[in-house]
Every structure is written in C-alpha cells, then in structure tokens.
C-alpha cells in the first residue's frame, strides 16, 4: 500500500487522547489513526449494506443465482 501525507485539524483534547493511547498501545499516533479508520470503515461498510437491504427498491440476488453465474 502507497502512503500519502494528510494534514487534518482535531480537537485538542482528542489529540491529547490520541496520544495517551499511541503511548499506551506502543503505536504512533499515524498507526492508531490508521487503524481506527480501517476499523470504521469496516463498520460503515455494514451499515451501507443494512441501508441497502432494506430500501425496496434494489433488488437482492440470491447466492445461488451468484454462484451460478461465477461458474462456482
């Protein structure tokens, strides 16, 4: 994976927390920030996936149907 330069602002005491737990962890605060974003994101993938469960209007394939057209 390629890593990029990002400048963002945050709350000063969420800095200060983000410190605290990177010292405590044995993590650089990068490392902490990095995987609490992998982390969320993996969450919000579920949370699209529920929204897109239930809104009626997108049709669900069956795994079957899915497999069959994989050749699997």
Known sequence: MSRARAIFTLDSELIQELGE???????T???LVEQSLLFYFDYLDVKLAE????DDGDE???G???FEELGL
Do not use: I
């Open 51 to 54: 929204k897109r469960l239930a």
């Open 60 to 62: 669900v394939v069956p």
């Open 64 to 66: 079957e149907k899915v």
């Open 29 to 31: 605060r990068s490392g």
């Open 21 to 27: 737990l990177s010292a405590e962890l044995d993590m």
